[in-house]
């Protein structure tokens, strides 16, 4: 009999595999970083866009991250590849947000997946990261390492809405409203970290 997704996250919640995380997995959740962070880790590795970000330090809010110039945005984020279509993109989400929100805090209560599917680059897989972890909203990630895992116990979709669907539906029968984000948050944090640990 397939397994729930709610008996999936209660099997890696028991491996422990977040003891050296930050709360909620990804570090700095609920700050406009996440965004950067969010587009920077497209076809990239986590340790790159760490490079990248600590080449941004000062300029991970809204209104500092505007002010840059993108050849300079380039340098800054190349560790993380790709430099010259992230960084034209970035810098027109940034303004987007700006111009459509007028502050990150606004952006993260009122922002829509449509609106945010509606940008230069950002995927489902991006706008989900920065709903959940930028936003602080109930929004399940999936990505390569979800798949992977699902596959584990024979489970396979052939479209994304499909495997956010089957996530989804069983942790919101089984968990309180308030517990969602949280719970969301942590079950796409244990999936990677669940697959990196196979990957060593």
């Known amino acids: ?54 080449n941004l330090k ?29 960084a034209p993109r970035l810098l027109q989400l940034a303004r987007n947000i700006k111009e459509e929100f007028i502050t990150f805090e606004h952006f993260q209560k009122n922002v829509t997946r449509k609106w945010l599917l509606s940008q230069k680059g950002i995927g489902e897989e991006s706008a989900d990261a920065i709903l959940c972890y930028g936003c602080m909203r109930e929004e399940m990630v999936v990505d390569s390492y979800t798949k992977r895992l699902l596959k584990e116990f024979d489970i396979e979709f052939k479209k994304y809405a499909e495997y956010k669907t089957f996530l989804e539906s069983s942790l919101r029968e089984h968990c309180k409203e308030d517990e969602l984000f949280r719970v969301f948050a942590e079950f796409h944090g244990m999936i990677v970290e669940y697959n990196k640990q196979k990957d060593k």
């Open 1 to 54: 009999m397939q397994k729930s997704a709610y008996e999936i996250y209660n099997y890696l919640d028991e491996l422990d595999l977040l003891k050296k995380s930050p709360e909620f997995w990804w570090p700095n959740t609920g700050t406009f970083e996440v965004v950067v962070g969010a587009i920077l880790t497209q076809n990239t590795t986590w340790k790159n866009v760490e490079k990248s970000l600590e």
């Open 58 to 86: 000062g300029f991970l809010e809204l209104e500092s991250f505007v002010s840059l110039r993108e050849d300079a945005l380039k340098v800054r984020i190349k560790p993380s590849g790709f430099q010259n279509q992230k």
